[in-house]
Each structure stands twice: as C-alpha cells, then as structure tokens.
C-alpha cells in the first residue's frame, strides 16, 4: 500500500512510518516540523525507497491538494495535531486551528481527491485520536466505543470536534473512514515533555520529579510499537465507518508508573539511587481527569489485535532506549517550553 502519514516526525506517526515501511508499503510522510517534530526519529528510513517526506502543513489546502495529486496514495493515516494537553489550557487556539481546521481542510482535500479519483471503494482515510473524548471514568468502568463523548481538556475537545467531522464526512459525503482512539502511549523517541520522559530524565539529572497533584491519577499505558501495530491494521481492515478504541490493558495510577520507573533507574544507574527520593508533589492540572480505562474488546475479537507487552517489559524497554540515545533528547530538551511547569492556569 502507499500510506500518506500526517504527524509522521512527532512521536506516533514515527513509530508508523518505521513500521510501515519495515512491512513493505510506500509511505509518504507529511509534517509541518513544529515544535513537537523530530526528523532525527525517522532517520532509520530517510534513505529508503519506500520513504518520501513533504514539509507542509494540514491546514493549507493547496499543499494538501499538491501533495494528494502527486504521489496518490491508497490511505491516509492523520496522525498530524497538537497534542500535549498542558499546553492546550495556556494556548487553546492553536488546538483548534490545527486539529479541528486543519482535520476540516484535509477532510476536503481528501474528499476532492477521492473523488476525482472515481470514488475507489479501498480508499481509506483513517483518523487517529484518543480516550480522552469520553471525558473521565470513576475508580470502575471502562470505554468502549459507544461511551458518550464528555472531553474535559482544550485538547480533548478539539479531538471530539475532529472525531465527529471524520464520521460525518463519511455519513454525508460516504468518504471511507476508519478512526481509532487510544489510551497513553510511551515508548521510544516520546518528546521531552511528557511524563515518562520528564521521570526518566529528571530522575538521571538528579532534578525533582513532578508528580501532579496525589500521583491517584489512573491511565491505561499502551506501548508505542504495539499501537503502530493495531493502526495498520485498522487501516487495512478496519470495517468502514467504524471506530475502534486501543488500550494495553495496563492501568496504573501515575504514582506506582513513576516508582516502577525509579526502581529501573535503581538497577541500571545504582549511583544515583533511590530515585524515589526525588519524587515531588505538585498542584494539580486544572480538569485533570481521574481515571481512562479502554475495553478492546472489539479490536481483539474483530481484528485479532491484542498488546504484546506488559508496561513492566515496555517500560524497561524505553528506560534503556533514553539511557542509549542522550544525543536525541539532550537537543529536544532546549526547545520552547520544554521542562518548564505548563497549563497551571485555570
Ligand atoms: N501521545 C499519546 O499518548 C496519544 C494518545 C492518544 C492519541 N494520540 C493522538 O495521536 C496523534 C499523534 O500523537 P503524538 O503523541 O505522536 O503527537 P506529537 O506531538 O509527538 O506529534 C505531532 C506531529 O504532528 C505535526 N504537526 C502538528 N501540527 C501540524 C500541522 N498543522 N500540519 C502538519 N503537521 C503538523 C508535528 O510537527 C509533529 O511531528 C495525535 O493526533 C494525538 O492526538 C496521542
């Protein structure tokens, strides 16, 4: 297949392109290169060729016309967003130019090609989005894919907003959607600001390690290599129209991640233990919500999809990945925002 990936140098959308090109298929990768992107995270691939990458953004519909007409893809996996929540309460209307607009605009671009393509029936337009949408769950339950939409945070919502264009775009225009939803990633190439890489790195420099609010908050960890797995199978053969939610069945309250974290570092850094001692409580994010959980149910029974790591194995996996690749995260570390205390305001 030829997949045009959006997103394709942020954190998920590499870990697709990696992938997918180590399976066979051509892929195309477009991304703007904002803050958040990192070409060194498709280095691997850069000189395949099965590889092409377009610098441009989702929101400019001439370049996402350009780019369709020239290189023709069979799907289009949009991976492409703002995504780091704190930033969504200091800055909401990036979030919503990029994810609800720019989702609107390559919406249409995809649609006008598809068409004048004569409407292939194996065309796919797959949307990649998160549990977020359903808002928060108490200390039981879990999503599954009929839960009610109830976003919390700027960026949950703008994620709702673009969830419900893709599924109209289907319903209205027959576009051939797929859209899928799932819980915390980790794993390799995660940018410097989210919470497993601030743990690893915070604890190696000896920094205190914020923990928001009583560390009770509860989400389902799911391992970066495993998703990009269950999005190309979605995007094969995922039913039309429908969406799927993604989980690694591994809840944890962020507290127990980040001890389970320390006691890795114990093992491979002895100098520096125990770096529990320098776990730090801090306030909490406004609207943070308690608890994700998905149920996968309909992934593993339809498709056959099930994670193939527990966190335990996954997170020992990522803790060597930082403690080998300093070159990477040391450049990211001097970005815009990046280890600065973000979205406290209410
Ligand atoms: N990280 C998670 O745990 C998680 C969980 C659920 C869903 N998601 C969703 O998965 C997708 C990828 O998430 P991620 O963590 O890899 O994000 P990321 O922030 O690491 O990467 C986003 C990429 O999109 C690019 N981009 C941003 N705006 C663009 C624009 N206007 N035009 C073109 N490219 C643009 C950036 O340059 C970057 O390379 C997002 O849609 C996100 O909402 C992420």
Redesign the pocket.
Known sequence: MKLLV??????????VVRLAISRGHHVVN?????????LDNVASVAESPLYTFEK?????RAAMDRILAAHEPDAIM???????VDRSIDGPGTFI???VT?TYTLLEAARSYWVGKGRPAGFRFHH?????VYGTLGETGLFTEETPYAPNSP?SAS?AASDHLVRAWHETYGLPVVLT??????GPF??PE?LIPVVILNALAGRPIPVYGKGENVRDW?F?ED?ADALLLVCEKGELGRSYNIGGNNERRNIDLVRTICALLDERRPDGAPHDRLIEFVTDRPGHDLRYAIDATRITEELGWSPSVTVEEGLAKTVDWYLENEDWWRALQARDGVGERLGKAG
Do not use: P
Request: with cysteine.
């Open positions: 959006t997103g394709g140098a942020g954190f998920i959308g590499s870990a477009v991304d703007a290169l904002t803050y958040a992107a990192c441009a953004d989702i929101r400019d949009h991976l492409a967003a703002e995504s780091h130019d990029t994810n720019g990649i989005s998160t549990d977020e960026y994620k939803n799932c819980s915390n990633n980790y995660h940018f989210k799911l970066v998703h």
